[in-house]
């Protein structure tokens, strides 16, 4: 699959796996594609992922926008691959509704009004038989028993 003056192609093959993979694609997550400002990057983070490319020419031409680009090679990305950006897609929609959720949550937390009567403090529930208790279980222990570590 390497052009022959590549320096790994006789010495590397791409082999097709038996079964299906599911690819995690590290960097920055591919944008919304609703998005009138960032259509440009979707568009290019699109046709990176479904288009083989040797150079940004094989998937764009100097004189095209990205969006461009992805319009004229629309027609011939599969029926599988659509459902593959479609699931890209669905992706960022639930990680943004779960960003939202959670600044709901976090502006519910910070403007609730905290009933002092519903957590009284910890001295008033202490009583003195409680604390009498402890200093006597305390004062039953010999000192002499609990191993000390010795510096070297």
Request: aromatic share 4%; net charge negative.
């Amino acid at each position: 699959m390497f052009q022959a003056g590549h320096p790994q192609a006789s010495s590397h093959i791409n082999i097709k796996r038996l079964k299906p993979v599911v690819p995690v694609l590290l960097g920055p997550p591919v944008p919304c594609r609703d998005r009138e400002d960032t259509r440009e990057r979707y568009c290019r983070s699109i046709l990176t992922l479904l288009f083989p490319w040797r150079s940004i020419q094989d998937l764009c031409d100097v004189d095209q926008t990205w969006q461009q680009a992805f319009t004229i090679r629309h027609a011939s990305i599969t029926s599988e691959s659509c459902k593959i950006i479609d699931h890209i897609q669905l992706l960022q929609e639930c990680k943004n509704d779960r960003d939202k959720h959670l600044q709901q949550v976090i502006e519910a937390a910070q403007s609730e009004v905290v009933n002092d009567n519903l957590y009284p403090s910890r001295n008033d529930s202490d009583s003195d038989d409680e604390n009498t208790g402890i200093l006597d279980v305390l004062e039953t222990i010999d000192m002499s028993d609990i191993p000390v570590l010795k510096e070297p």
